[in-house]
T-cell receptor
Framework: GENVEQHPSTLSVQEGDSAVIKCTYS??????FPWYKQELGKGPQLIID?????GEKKDQRIAVTLNKTAKHFSLHITETQPEDSAVYFC????????????FGKGTKLSVIP | GAGVSQSPSNKVTEKGKDVELRCDPI?????LYWYRQSLGQGLEFLIY????????KSGLPSDRFSAERTGGSVSTLTIQRTQQEDSAVYLC????????FGQGTRLTVV
């Protein structure tokens, strides 16, 4: 099965700076990589995802990049705002060809005003 | 409804009692998942239902845990003889491809 490692576990940035969270995966056949944001007391919310046929995807201030050779993908948040403070989880298919997800352990992002 | 609905939102139970947690998935989603999240921790996979296929129960931590999905829609997670270590937030998600989560049930075993 898939193994997903996520770093860092905590990240503090000044408002307006960029934040980068990185995940590595083990199964080279994995082809779908979502990112979730979890605010306190709420369930995780899908914020962006990428499939293995592209190397980068952007949506306003967030972007995800994928390096299939190195088997890692990253979440980039630019011009961070206090409301970006949350726990972010990356995920990958638990088994090749499956839509079951294995999650990273999460990154607690704090944006300091 | 528009999203995944879980009930109850909070449950306090005495050690040794049985509890049932309910999940109403998004209409038309064939896949349904249960995860457990302990305080400040990541998402621990419990069980996965996909259509009419046999569920993947490989994440259930003990035989006190069971789940069913009736009619391919609503799912119930049952924990028998609850223990204090069962205290956590139990999250349900459903997907047609992308997975969407409910708000979770916070279970406290006292």
């Amino acid at each position: 099965g898939e193994n997903v490692e996520q770093h860092p576990s905590t990240l503090s940035v000044q408002e307006g700076d960029s934040a980068v969270i990185k995940c590595t995966y083990s199964d080279s056949a994995s082809n779908y990589f979502p990112w979730y944001k979890q605010e306190l007391g709420k369930g995780p919310q899908l914020i962006i995802d990428i499939r293995s046929n592209v190397g980068e995807k952007k949506d306003q201030r967030i972007a995800v990049t994928l390096n299939k050779t190195a088997k890692h993908f990253s979440l980039h948040i630019t011009e961070t705002q206090p409301e970006d403070s949350a726990v972010y989880f990356c995920a990958a298919p638990r088994r090749a060809g499956s839509y079951q997800l294995t999650f990273g352990k999460g990154t607690k992002l704090s944006v300091i005003p | 409804g528009a999203g995944v609905s879980q009930s109850p939102s909070n449950k306090v139970t005495e050690k040794g009692k049985d509890v049932e947690l309910r999940c109403d998935p998004i209409s038309g989603h064939t896949a349904l998942y249960w995860y457990r999240q302990s305080l400040g921790q990541g998402l621990e996979f419990l069980i996965y239902f996909q259509g009419n296929s046999a569920p993947d129960k490989s994440g259930l931590p003990s035989d006190r845990f069971s789940a069913e999905r009736t009619g391919g829609s609503v799912s119930t997670l049952t924990i028998q003889r609850t223990q204090q270590e069962d205290s956590a937030v139990y999250l349900c998600a459903s997907s047609a491809f992308e997975a969407f989560f409910g708000q979770g049930t916070r279970l406290t075993v006292v």
